[in-house]
């Protein structure tokens, strides 16, 4: 089993869940739901506590004894988002394709499924940087769910001969993620659409790769 795949999947000989658990189960699942169309439609700020139980068909007190505060409720939401993203990518990893191919091919689906709602993506960013350290740790740790995918295409690329074994992974990981990242600017502020975007990253991705090109 991958990091990725412990992290999305509890172990097979799990308990049955009892009555009152599946009950929380679906409020969370509810509130979580609510929560992620009221911050996508109004931005992190106005939407209201109040709004979301109440767009969930649930008290305040609902929300509170699922979630410590807003900011918790919306650190859970980009952790539940960047959950579907990552299984949305791990159906479009070709391990066949070129380390370049295959890391643009995830990003594209990366910037197709954001899509329709960049605003929800807006207020992640916004929040990494304004919230308290923990609240931009956890939105840290959600985007590792995605670099490790990242990691494997790079590891892959390492071991196929296709660049150098002295490529540090992680820091072009991390570089890789953050153009991808700071390409949203052009699309929430210039409309870019998902072709302008892939474009951008596909050359920063030749430029990012160029110096570690395994020697032929």
């Given at each position: 089993?991958?990091?990725?795949?412990?992290?999305l999947?509890?172990?097979?000989?799990?308990?049955?869940?009892?009555?009152?658990?599946?009950?929380?189960?679906?409020?969370?699942?509810?509130?979580?739901?609510?929560?992620?169309?009221?911050?996508?439609?109004?931005?992190?700020?106005?939407?209201?506590?109040?709004?979301?139980?109440?767009?969930?068909?649930?008290?305040t007190?609902?929300?509170f004894a699922?979630?410590?505060?807003?900011?918790?409720?919306?650190?859970e939401?980009i952790?539940?988002d960047?959950?579907?993203?990552?299984e949305?990518?791990?159906?479009?990893?070709?391990?066949?394709a070129?380390?370049?191919?295959?890391?643009?091919?995830?990003?594209?689906?990366?910037?197709?499924?954001?899509?329709?709602?960049?605003?929800?993506?807006?207020?992640?960013?916004g929040?990494s940087w304004?919230?308290?350290?923990?609240?931009a740790r956890?939105?840290?740790?959600?985007?590792?769910?995605?670099?490790?995918?990242?990691?494997?295409?790079?590891?892959?690329?390492?071991?196929r001969?296709?660049?150098?074994?002295?490529l540090?992974?992680?820091?072009?990981?991390?570089?890789?993620?953050?153009?991808?990242?700071?390409?949203?600017?052009?699309?929430?502020?210039?409309?870019?659409?998902?072709?302008?975007?892939?474009?951008?990253?596909?050359?920063q991705?030749?430029?990012?790769?160029?110096?570690?090109?395994?020697?032929?």
């Amino acid at each position: 089993m991958n990091q990725l795949t412990a992290c999305l999947y509890a172990p097979a000989n799990a308990q049955p869940m009892t009555r009152r658990a599946l009950a929380k189960q679906r409020t969370r699942r509810q509130l979580l739901d609510a929560a992620k169309r009221l911050f996508n439609e109004r931005g992190y700020e106005a939407a209201t506590v109040r709004e979301i139980a109440a767009a969930a068909g649930l008290s305040t007190g609902a929300v509170f004894a699922s979630f410590t505060d807003k900011a918790d409720l919306f650190g859970e939401v980009i952790l539940d988002d960047c959950d579907a993203l990552a299984e949305h990518l791990k159906a479009g990893d070709q391990e066949d394709a070129t380390t370049e191919a295959a890391l643009l091919r995830l990003f594209s689906l990366a910037y197709a499924f954001h899509r329709d709602h960049l605003p929800l993506v807006q207020a992640a960013i916004g929040h990494s940087w304004m919230a308290e350290p923990e609240a931009a740790r956890r939105v840290r740790g959600a985007a590792r769910r995605v670099q490790v995918l990242v990691d494997e295409v790079l590891r892959r690329g390492v071991e196929r001969g296709e660049l150098s074994r002295d490529l540090d992974i992680r820091l072009t990981n991390e570089m890789i993620w953050d153009s991808f990242v700071a390409n949203y600017r052009h699309a929430i502020f210039e409309s870019w659409d998902a072709s302008a975007l892939e474009a951008r990253l596909s050359a920063q991705i030749q430029i990012l790769l160029a110096g570690w090109r395994a020697a032929a």
